[in-house]
């Protein structure tokens, strides 16, 4: 795996339910990152979201809060309102909102375009597909940092194409049928909302492009519940302890497809406030 960008850990930020929990970083909350979207109408003009899970939304209640780091490398803190996020209308395990350029002039930001989204055609035409090397940035929980946002790198590989839905569990214990990646890596507590990325080269519109491709966002992982088993005397685990079960991780990593995001930015109220905007 070649190296990873300095540049690209800036895109990733946290997520926490309130100031004072952003203030101290305590061991709760997500990741998100920073996306952008061109003005149609100037050139040197784009405008700034940030991505999430909406589970992650959901969990923050009534104030989601954001910690950036600033230039100096100090914490930035904002706060939100959790009905200013746009969620998909299907019901998938993404949450948007816009962010002021002016405040991304006052921290440490990495925007990654929508032309480094991955879609199907592009997909199709080069042949992506199990095996292929990605990363994950994100908020590792237990090593996160105090004094500024010090994100880690994941890697792994694809390990399957959505081809078929993975039933997830949302915010309120509700089941839902995701469009999603699996890739092998570990998602752990603090990850969901982190940018997953396919780093290879990939030809589009005639030009080939190093640069890695956002694949989507990580937003679960895959469970297996194994039963609970009693040692017994002569060294086996035959006797096994009823209704008892372990959660374990699978090593399986949920990864909602980057085209998801795509459609919130590009219909209903994200897209109309751009559109008034001059973009």
């Known amino acids: 795996m070649p190296r990873i960008s300095d540049e690209l850990l800036n895109s990733v930020i946290y997520i926490y339910k309130t100031g004072q929990d952003a203030e101290v970083g305590t061991q709760s909350g997500g990741t998100g990152f920073l996306v952008s979207v061109p003005s149609k109408t ?30 100096k490398g100090n914490v930035s803190i904002v706060s939100s309102m959790q009905s200013d996020w746009a969620c998909h209308l299907d019901g998938d395990d993404v949450a948007i909102i816009a962010i002021k350029g002016e405040y991304l002039e006052q921290i440490r930001h990495c925007c990654i375009p929508v032309s480094l989204f991955l879609s199907r055609e592009i997909i199709n035409i080069n042949d992506v597909g199990p095996g292929d ?69 990939l030809n589009n519109e005639n030009a080939e492009q190093r640069t ?31 209704n008892y079960y372990s959660e374990n991780n699978s090593g399986h990593m949920v990864v909602v497809p980057a085209w998801k995001i795509l459609e919130i930015l590009f219909a209903g109220k994200i897209a109309d406030d751009r559109r008034d905007a001059g973009g």
């Open 133 to 201: 090397d990605v990363f994950t940035i994100g908020r590792f929980i237990q090593h996160d940092g105090k004094q500024k946002n010090t994100p880690v790198v994941m890697f792994g590989n694809i390990s399957m194409m959505p081809n078929e839905k993975v039933r997830i569990s949302t915010a309120d214990s509700q089941m839902h049928d995701q469009d999603a990646f699996l890739v092998e890596t570990h998602s752990l507590s603090g990850f969901s909302g982190s940018p997953v990325f396919l780093n290879r080269i």
């Open 212 to 242: 890695p491709w956002l694949l989507g966002l990580d937003c679960s992982h895959m469970s297996m519940h194994l039963k609970i088993k009693k040692k017994c005397t002569d060294g086996k685990y035959d006797n096994v302890v009823e």
């Open 42 to 71: 100037d050139d040197k003009k784009s405008f700034g979201y940030i991505v999430t899970n909406k589970h992650v939304i959901d969990k923050a209640g009534g104030t989601p809060t954001v910690r950036f780091t600033d230039l």
